[in-house]
């Protein structure tokens, strides 16, 4: 009788963390995708369905190309491609003062109008990487919730006489 309850608990906390750790992958890849303008639905259905975590491993690969920026003055999440933070209006990149064309810090002629660009000053910021934790404290709890499981039902078993 009372094995069979102490399975039965153990049984169901096992059920949850199984649903848990998917779900906890799933809303971490929706948010970090759709932040990065990847298609955030289609990610994280291959993160969640998967077997054994390929699908995360295979999207944190992937995203290295979707860059995940923040503007340096206001912190308003920005995309690679902008001139300007949407939200404060600080320069995130610097601009072909002939064409007007963004050009990147260490080109030297414009690619668009051929001009030569002048050392590029202090009139924009780049954009700033985002820190990402989040990832660290899902593997972190992918990792120890296991370890915590086997610890806890050898705690159950060792508990039951016989
Ligand atoms: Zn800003
Ligand atoms: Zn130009």
């Given amino acids: 009788m009372l094995l069979s309850l102490n399975v039965a608990v153990f049984l169901l ?4 963390v199984l649903v848990g750790i998917p779900v ?3 809303v971490y890849v929706y948010r970090d995708a759709s932040r990065r303008g990847m298609n955030a639905v289609l990610w994280t259905l291959v993160a969640v369905l998967a077997p054994a975590f ?3 491993i295979i999207y944190l690969l992937v ?3 979707y860059a995940d920026l923040l503007c340096p003055a206001c912190g308003a999440p920005v995309a690679q491609s902008y001139l300007s933070c949407p939200r404060c209006g600080a320069r995130l990149k610097a601009t072909c003062p002939g064409c007007s064309t963004p050009v990147e810090p260490d080109w030297r ?3 668009h109008c ?3 660009l002048p050392e590029l000053g ?6 700033v990487r985002r820190q990402d934790k989040t990832l660290w404290k899902i593997l972190l709890v992918v990792l120890l919730v296991p370890v915590l499981l086997v610890i806890f039902a050898l705690l159950i078993f060792s ?4």
């Fill in 13 to 16: 906390i096992y059920l949850a």
């Fill in 24 to 26: 906890l992958i799933g």
């Fill in 54 to 56: 390929v699908g995360l």
């Fill in 63 to 65: 995203r290295g190309s």
């Fill in 109 to 111: 002629v414009c690619p």
């Fill in 114 to 116: 051929g001009n030569p």
């Fill in 122 to 127: 202090g009139d924009f910021t780049p954009p």
């Fill in 159 to 162: 508990l039951v006489p016989g």
